[in-house]
Structure formats: structure tokens, C-alpha cells
């Protein structure tokens, strides 16, 4: 069972609160609407502090935002899809580390377990690979379904979001099939280096890092859901232990981050077995 989230929305006008209330619509998400003026970061600090939040989505432009304000600061997140443009066009395995990893050809199955802001599904479906978008906070999860639908206007995307689908709910209730699952769980906060990003350390003022347990479930369902020839891959940042402490059967790694492969069959009777 999901719990609703509660989330004030800034916006400058009743038609935006209209779009956004339509596409809330079956996420459990209470959102309350804040008309601002104007949303200059001066009159959203004002806002910020007048109603007692340190946290709200901003609605400007088409474009949703998370904004945090703390310690008189403001951080702004969104997806920006749109800024990957050449990144996906470019993508490959000699460019993209994580193709490397995943090996992808046109027409496999994805399950991004953790889609987060999608940027790296997208890069999975830059391979021809279809992607299922698995995100289980619904205001990640409204922010993946708003990115998708404003840019399916841009006639170069419409190919790459028509291999996209987007799921709200914990990945652990997901049932099939798949060449891969790709996870990339939050880490504490402070194993992030400025090279993995300020909108990675956003996320964790709402999103926690998951236990031990939790590890140890993503990893035994992750092996579950790919067929006997298909693989799991688990992004960690560089220095990061393994994912449920179980070693990999091959790594890739940069300077930032490690991509770490499993197969079905050897996770399957070590975790059974722990
Ligand atoms: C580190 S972020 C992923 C970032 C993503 N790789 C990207 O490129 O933007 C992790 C995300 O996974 C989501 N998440 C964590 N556990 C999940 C689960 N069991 N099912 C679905 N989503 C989950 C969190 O809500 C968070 O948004």
C-alpha cells in the first residue's frame, strides 16, 4: 500500500494548477496549489518561509521542478531530458560506460528498477532496447510522466519515448520477463562525489537509501524477473561496497561511478542460501 504524499505546488496561474491536478490524477499525491505572483527566486524564498515548507514543486514554463529551500538557499531539480539530446544520439558502447555493461541490442526488454529521474534509462533506450520506468515515489514518478508527455511534442524524441513506459510502484510488485534490470539505488548521501551531482544529493532529502534487507530483496527480485540468459546490472558509486554484499561477476568503473553485472543462476542460491 502506498502512502500519499502531501506537496505544495507554486504556480503564477489557475490553468497551470488545472494541467498539473489532471495529471496527479491516480498517484497517491495530495498536492496543494500556492499562487505566486511571480516565481523569481526572491518571491519563492518569501513563499518558501511565509508557509512554513522547506520543500514544493514549482510548475513554470510546462516545466515542473522540485525545489528545496534550505538554509536560505534554493536547489532546483528537474529532469531535463532534453539536455541528453547528444548524449543519446552519440551513445555507445565506447562512449557510454554503462553500454558497455549492458550489452543491448534493438529490440530487448529493459526494467529500470530505479528510474529516479530517467537519464539512464534513456540511455538504455538509445540501444533500440525497450524500457520499462519503474519509480515508486509518486513525485518522482509525476515528474518522469510530465518529462515523457512534454517531450513527445519534439518529432526526434517521439522514437525513443514510444520504447519508454512509465510505472508508479515499488519494483519488488513487478512481474515478467526481461533481457535486463538495471538498478541504481540511493547510496548515503555522503559516498556521492561532486562528479555524481547536486540533483542526485536533492533526492535524498525524500528519497531514503534502502537497508540492508532491502538490498538484499532488490537484488533477489532483480535475478528473479531476467530470463536464464539475461543479466542484472547495479550502478554504484565508485568506492561503494557491493550491492547486498555480493560480488559481481564482472565490474566496469570510472572515476565516479561502477557498473556491476550478475547473472541469474549463482545469486539465486547465495541469497536463497543466506
Ligand atoms: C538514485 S535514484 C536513480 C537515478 C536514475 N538512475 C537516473 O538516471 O536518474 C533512485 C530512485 O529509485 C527509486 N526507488 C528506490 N527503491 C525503489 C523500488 N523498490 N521500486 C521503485 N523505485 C525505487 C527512488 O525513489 C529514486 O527515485
Not at 532496447?129 to 519534439?154: D, T
Amino acid at each position: 500500500m502506498q502512502m500519499a504524499a502531501d506537496l505544495p505546488i507554486f504556480c503564477t496561474h489557475l490553468d497551470d494548477i488545472v494541467k498539473v491536478m489532471a495529471m496527479v490524477d491516480g498517484l497517491p499525491l495530495n498536492i496543494e496549489p500556492i499562487i505566486l505572483s511571480k516565481l523569481n527566486n526572491k518571491y519563492l524564498g518569501f513563499a518558501f518561509t511565509e508557509h512554513n515548507i522547506s520543500q514544493a514543486l514549482l510548475f513554470e514554463k510546462d516545466k515542473l521542478s522540485l525545489v528545496q529551500y534550505k538554509d536560505g538557499e534554493l536547489i532546483k531539480v528537474s529532469n531535463e531530458w532534453h539536455t541528453l539530446t547528444k548524449r543519446i544520439v552519440t551513445a555507445g558502447r565506447k562512449s557510454e560506460l554503462l553500454l558497455q555493461a549492458a550489452k543491448l541490442t534493438a529490440g530487448q526488454s529493459v526494467i529500470d528498477g530505479t528510474a529516479g529521474f530517467g537519464h539512464d534509462s534513456l540511455i538504455l533506450a538509445s540501444t533500440g532496447a525497450m524500457v520499462m520506468m519503474c519509480e515508486n515515489n509518486p513525485i518522482m514518478a509525476l515528474m518522469l510522466m510530465h518529462e515523457h508527455h512534454r517531450m513527445q511534442s519534439n518529432a526526434n524524441w517521439q522514437g525513443l519515448l514510444s520504447r519508454i513506459k512509465i510505472y508508479h510502484g515499488n519494483v519488488l510488485d513487478v512481474r515478467a520477463s526481461c533481457d535486463l534490470v538495471y538498478l541504481d539505488p540511493m547510496f548515503p548521501q555522503d559516498s556521492y562525489s561532486a562528479k555524481v551531482g547536486k540533483t542526485m544529493q536533492a533526492l535524498h532529502a525524500f528519497v531514503a537509501p534502502p537497508s540492508r534487507d532491502d538490498e538484499i530483496q532488490l537484488l533477489n527480485h532483480a535475478v528473479q524477473l531476467i530470463h536464464d540468459e539475461g543479466r542484472v546490472i547495479i550502478k554504484r558509486p565508485v568506492s561503494a561496497p557491493h550491492l547486498a554484499q555480493q560480488a559481481p561477476i564482472q565490474s566496469w568503473q570510472n572515476d565516479a561511478v561502477r557498473f556491476d553485472q550478475y547473472h541469474k543462476h549463482p545469486i539465486v542460491d547465495n541469497l536463497v542460501a543466506q
